[in-house]
């Protein structure tokens, strides 16, 4: 389908917003210089206290197995892995 329509002069439609496209939210701005989402790193002090929440909740003694089992499962499901723990 492809050649059948680069003979034809026709390019495949694009779906999406490429960055370079002027923003979907009428301003006149490029996407990137508009609503492009902005990843924003954590600081030093954020990731200590996650550590420390983490830590927390890893020495509690009132944690049965069956809690302790779903923390982790859910820990390595948003990406943290369990070298960060030690």
Do not use: Q, W
């Not at 495949?12 to 701005?29: H, I």
């Not at 990137?32 to 929440?53: F, M, Q």
């Amino acid at each position: 389908m492809g050649d059948a329509m680069a003979k034809k002069g026709l390019k495949p439609k694009r779906v999406g917003v490429d960055r370079n496209d002027l923003c979907s939210c009428g301003s006149g701005k490029k996407y990137k210089k508009c609503c492009k989402p902005v990843y924003h790193p954590k600081t030093d002090e954020e990731l200590a206290e996650e550590k420390r929440i983490r830590d927390e909740k890893l020495s509690d003694p009132g944690m049965s197995v069956n809690s302790l089992e779903r923390y982790l499962h859910y820990m390595r499901t948003v990406g943290i892995r369990e070298d960060m723990f030690k």
